[in-house]
C-alpha cells in the first residue's frame, strides 16, 4: 500500500541554518504530495504542494521538489527563523479521497 | 472563499460522560469531510471520512462515531467517554481526489 517516510525528530537548528526535512514515499499512480506546518496548539496548514513529477512546490521561504526517480519530496529552507518552529508533516494523496501522513518532524530553532 | 469552523476549542469532560464536536464549512458545496485524533506530540489518525450527507466511513473501531446531517456539517460523538479519549481532534474537508485538505483550528478534548 501507499506510505511515507518522514525523517525522525526533532531537528533542532540555529537560526539562519539551512534546513532538510526527508520525506520519501511508496505509492502506485500518480499521486499529489504535500507539506503541512502545525504551529503548537493550532491546526495543520497546507505549506505547499506538487502534482506531478519534477514540479516544486514553494511557500514562505520553503520549498520542495517531487522526484520521481527517488520517489522523495524533501522540504528545505535555506535560511530559518525561530517562528518556523513547528511540527511538520509530509503526506500524499491516494485515489480514496484519502490523504497518506508522515509521522510528522517536529522543527526547533534556537536564537 | 472557503471556511471551516470547528467548536468548543477546548473541552473537559468526566469519564463516561456523552460528546459532541461539531465542524462546518462555508464556501462549497459537496466537501468530502474528515475528523481524524493527535494524541500529544503524536501524529494524525483518521477517525472518520464522509463523502456525502449521510455516508460515513470508520477508520478505527472504537466508542466514537460521526455523523453527517448537512452538507457542509460534520459531527464527531460519544455516549460514554473513555480516558483514552483524550487527544487534539481536527476537522477537515477537501473538494477532490489529489487535493489537498483544510483544516480546522482544532478541539482539545481533555477527560478526568
Known amino acids: 500500500g501507499n506510505s511515507v517516510t518522514q525523517m525522525e525528530g526533532p531537528v533542532t537548528l540555529s537560526e539562519e541554518a539551512f534546513l532538510t526535512i526527508n520525506c520519501t514515499y511508496t505509492?502506485?499512480?500518480?499521486?499529489?504530495l504535500f507539506w503541512y506546518v502545525q504551529y503548537p496548539g493550532e491546526g495543520l496548514q497546507l505549506l505547499l504542494k506538487a502534482t506531478k513529477a519534477d514540479d516544486k512546490g514553494s511557500n514562505k521561504g520553503f520549498e520542495a521538489t517531487y522526484r520521481k526517480e527517488t520517489t522523495s519530496f524533501h522540504l528545505e529552507k535555506g535560511s530559518v527563523q525561530v517562528s518556523d518552529s513547528a511540527v511538520y508533516f509530509c503526506a500524499l494523496s491516494d485515489s480514496n479521497y484519502q490523504l497518506i501522513w508522515g509521522a510528522g518532524t517536529k522543527l526547533i530553532i534556537k536564537p | 472563499s472557503q471556511t471551516i469552523h470547528q467548536w468548543p476549542a477546548t473541552l473537559v469532560q468526566p469519564v463516561g460522560s456523552p460528546l459532541s464536536l461539531e465542524c462546518t464549512v462555508e464556501?462549497?458545496?459537496?466537501?468530502?469531510l474528515y475528523w481524524y485524533r493527535q494524541a500529544a506530540g503524536r501524529g494524525l489518525q483518521l477517525l472518520f471520512y464522509s463523502v456525502g450527507i449521510g455516508q460515513i466511513s470508520s477508520e478505527v473501531p472504537q466508542n466514537l462515531s460521526a455523523s453527517r446531517p448537512q452538507d457542509r456539517q460534520f459531527i464527531l460523538s460519544s455516549k460514554k467517554l473513555l480516558l483514552s479519549d483524550s487527544g487534539f481532534y481536527l476537522c477537515a474537508w477537501s473538494g477532490a481526489p489529489n487535493q489537498p485538505q483544510h483544516f480546522g483550528d482544532g478541539t482539545r478534548l481533555s477527560i478526568l
Open positions: 505509492a502506485t499512480g500518480y499521486p499529489s
Open positions: 464556501g462549497t458545496s459537496n466537501p468530502n
